[in-house]
Every structure is written in C-alpha cells, then in structure tokens.
C-alpha cells in the first residue's frame, strides 16, 4: 500500500495527507487568476515560479484525509461563479482550488502546501507533465512534451469521469456531505479587492 503523503500549513495548525499519491498528476498552472490568488495571499515565498506558474498537483478529492486543523481552513473566490480556492487563515498558506460543483471530483493542491522536511515531491507525484495558460507566463515558459501533456489529459478527464459515475464525488472533504456546499463560506472579492489584484498580477509582468 502506498504511502501517504503529508500536506500541511506552514505554521503547522492544518495537517492533512494525500492517499495513493501515485494517482496525482503535476502541472504548472501560469493563469492570472492563479497569479491573483497568489498576490491575495500576500505572494507566500515559492508559491509562484519565475514565469508566475504555480506548481499543482491533481488529485482527487476522497484521496485527501484531513489529519488536524481542518477548522484552520479559508475559502475564498476572485468572483461569484469562480474556482474555490483554499488556504489556512493561520498563517495563510495555500492549500489548493477545487470546482465549485461537487460533481467534479478534483482538487489541486498547491505545491507550497506539499513542501516539507523528506517529502520529495517528484518522487512521489512525477514529474510536471502540463504546463497550461502559458500565454499568461512571465516570459517564455518551457512547453510541455505533446505526448505527456494528451495523456495527463486523458487521465484526468477519465478520473472525472469515474468519480462522477461510480458516486465517489460525494466523498470530498472541502464539502458538506450532506448539502453539497463547501465546509466554508467562499470569501467573495468585491470588484474594488478583484481590481486590486489583477492590478498587482499586470504590475508583476503577467500577460
């Protein structure tokens, strides 16, 4: 059986671990919506590359275990019908983004938030095998290799697709089981806070 992997805040209140981290798959997201929550969060060192890509593994959500702290957590969106995405309101660390409908069993989980003492990321996840939104990069990103890049694809898409079909969505500890909405109120951006961090991706050089 493997082993699972730890996931954890910086200041270690949240605690959780990744289940058959072998199922993941790595990307390298370079959106201005990902650069945004990374400047919402007041840039947390490491969390963007030199190119403003953040480092995400693929998981599915029933594979995540929350250990302690899962009352640390946070939940915010830069507009009403966006992505979810979670951090710690400890110490504000990002923990990953997740579909607003429960149906789409799939988190990403934030590299940062996978980073501790004897964890090799590579080791346990693969290598990145995506690399997508490029055209919003600081600069030119590497590209990834087609092959790699369609059969990540088509294991993620085939994962969606299980989870919907054998029922295993509803087993995602970012919701309630029950209602099917997330465990935390999503905190909204008004306009003015959206405007504001856009404003600080273009300012950093992102497309």
Known sequence: MATPFPLRCRCGRFQAEVRHPGRGTRAVCY??????FAHFLGLPSGMLD???GTDIVAVRPRDVRFVQG?????????????????????CRTPV???PR????????????ALESPGADLEAAFGPVRMRVNRQSAHGRPPASPRFAFAAALLRYVSG????????GYRTNP?????????????????LEEHRKVKAQVAAAGGA
């Open 50 to 52: 030199a190119h403003g």
């Open 174 to 190: 970012f919701f309630d089981a029950d209602s099917g909405r997330p465990r935390v109120e999503p905190q909204v951006l008004s």
């Open 96 to 98: 990953g983004n997740t």
């Open 160 to 167: 969606l697709a299980w989870s919907r079909a054998s029922g």
């Open 101 to 112: 409908d429960l149906r789409l069993s799939h988190v990403g989980l934030v590299h940062t």
């Open 70 to 90: 899962a009352e640390q957590l946070a939940c915010m969106s830069l507009t009403p019908r966006g992505t979810l995405r979670w951090f710690t309101a400890c």
């Open 31 to 36: 959106c201005k919506d990902c650069q945004a």
